[in-house]
């Protein structure tokens, strides 16, 4: 079945950080062609002909991925970037509880930055260190007495669920906010906070600094938003540091 996706919004990358297994690269090549989705990010990969042989026909899908070294390139390819992980548990914080696959679905609805799905490493998936950078974690929930999905099957399920909504096209005015421009935000924050000497602990001050970058990421800004706020935060460390 063709599924026709709105060419007027950028549909989200698939990014594969670290895959283990050539042949589970070729499969999350053809699941991608399976639901309409065409762009996909390989960190560090152990890419091979077995991987192309799985591909099947969607071997143009692996032709022509973006291949990174680290981690850290990845993510400045992206300005919103959501995270899959197998063992979520809903015992995290706030700012981590992670969302389910439909309602990652709307939240993603109309948003038209650049979406990097990041799924990891077959066997240990992605670290933690790794999670706590990315913007939002989604989990697909399954039995407790086998929890843990293959790769192309994960992708598969959270593919599906994204495909079922057809975004509308955006107004070209309202551009979603850049990474760039969302941590600009974050650092005028963080200077607000020094000023402040708020909290007294810098280790505390860290966590402000944290929690506020994770709500930036949760709210869709667009790019005359961010600015908008800056302007005011900025005059405020400027009049507090003359006082």
Known sequence: M?????????????????PEGPANIGMVARTMKNFGFSRLVLV????????YSYAVHARD?????????????????????VGTTGKPGRRFISYRAPLYPWELRETLKGYTGEVGLFFGRESIGLKNEELERLDLIVTIPTSEDYPVMNL??????ILYE????RPE?????LKPATRDEKEALVRVWAELLKVLEYPK???RREVFVKVFRKAVGKAFLYGREVHTLIGPLRRAVKRLEEC
């Open 2 to 18: 063709h599924l026709s996706l709105n060419p007027f919004v950028m549909m989200p990358s698939v990014v594969l950080v670290e």
């Open 44 to 51: 560090n990969p152990n890419l091979s002909e077995e991987s």
């Open 61 to 81: 899908v692996l032709k022509n991925a973006t291949i990174v070294e680290t981690f850290e390139e990845a993510l400045e390819l992206f300005d919103l970037t």
């Open 152 to 157: 192309a099957q994960a992708v598969a399920v």
């Open 162 to 165: 994204l495909s079922k909504t």
């Open 169 to 173: 096209p955006s107004v070209e005015a």
């Open 201 to 203: 602990d810098e280790e």
